[in-house]
């Protein structure tokens, strides 16, 4: 039979490699994003490649009436989702007293808040036909504070303790939730959330590809947490024998732009 994934932030980066991974599957997929063109052009692919039904949803997860609109869509469309993927996501860079206020109150709104909302109004049928699947994606980021990207870190930590727990009540319902937790990644994330120059990635960071590949995975497997790549693996463990002083200067450190603090350095302030 064939089963429909709802997939948040399809328009790039993740998104948009787990929509192509659950169109491999020959699951049929609805795309939710702003960029309408991007979503248009990803389903015209996903269906003329891999013979799926891929329908669009343009939304702004930032208006707190998107979650519903988006519900009362697939209503009106007759379109029942067996898998959730709750992915978009963005963040900021700097500190916090100089940050656009509505800018961060909106990634609250994008990050946690419509992710809590479209799971509230999706997981009762889900539960109901004892059957289906929800991937959060999570972070490494929300195992920690993180100074400079202050309200994105705690995001993701209502994002990855949340999930965990929905994941320990759903048990013998046949319904699962997983959070992938991936650490720094090759996308638009970024640019966008102005962190392109940070250490962090400036370090290594994983493709997309492979990130939405294990994160599918687990999700598939009906794993409760996902932290994919040795590294950020290895990263996680160190938190746990740090001091918590050690571990915020750590983040602060990663989170700040390279540039700025050679520059810095060498100017000899
Ligand atoms: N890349 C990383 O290093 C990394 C690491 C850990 C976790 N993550 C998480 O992974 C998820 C996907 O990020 P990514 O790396 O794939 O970033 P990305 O390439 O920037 O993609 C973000 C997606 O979210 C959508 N989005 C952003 N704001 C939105 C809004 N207001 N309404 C609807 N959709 C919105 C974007 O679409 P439109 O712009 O078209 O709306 C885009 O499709 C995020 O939750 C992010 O926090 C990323």
Redesign the pocket.
């Given at each position: 039979m064939t089963k429909t994934a709802l997939i948040?932030?399809?328009?790039?980066?993740?998104?948009?490699e787990l929509a192509q991974l659950f169109a491999s599957d020959k699951h049929d997929v609805v795309l939710?994003?702003?960029?309408k063109d991007?979503?248009e052009a990803l389903a015209t692919r996903l269906a003329t490649e891999r013979g799926v039904v891929a329908r669009v949803i343009p939304?702004?997860?930032?208006d707190p009436g998107?979650p519903q609109r988006i519900v009362d869509e697939l209503k009106r469309r007759n379109v029942e989702i067996e898998f959730l993927v709750n992915?978009?996501?963005?963040?900021t860079t700097g500190p916090f007293v100089e940050r656009d206020l509505l800018r961060e109150l909106?990634m609250v709104q994008?990050?946690v808040t419509?992710l809590v909302h479209l799971t509230g109004l999706l997981l009762p049928g889900m539960v109901a036909r004892k059957s289906g699947r929800i991937l959060n994606?999570?972070?490494?980021?929300g195992f920690q504070p993180g100074p400079f990207m202050s309200v994105?870190y705690a995001t993701?930590a209502f994002v990855n303790s949340f999930t965990e727990a929905l994941s320990y009540e759903l048990h013998g319902t046949g319904v699962t939730a997983t959070v992938s937790?991936?650490?720094?990644?090759?996308?638009?994330?970024?640019k966008?959330s102005g962190n392109d120059r940070s250490r962090l990635?400036q370090m290594r960071?994983m493709s997309?590809p492979e990130v939405a590949a294990h994160a599918y995975r687990a999700m598939m497997a009906g794993k409760a947490v996902a932290v994919p790549g040795l590294l950020n693996k290895v990263a996680l463990q160190m938190l746990r024998l740090g001091s918590r002083g050690m571990v915020r200067g750590v983040a602060a450190r990663l989170n700040r732009d390279k540039t700025s603090l050679t520059v810095r350095r060498s100017s000899g302030s």
């Open positions: 948040t932030g399809a328009s790039a980066g993740l998104g948009l939710v994003a702003r960029r991007q979503l939304a702004d997860l930032g998107a992915n978009a996501g963005f963040g909106a994008v990050n419509s994606l999570g972070s490494t980021a994105y993701k937790c991936p650490g720094a990644t090759a996308t638009e994330f970024g966008v990635f960071v997309a």
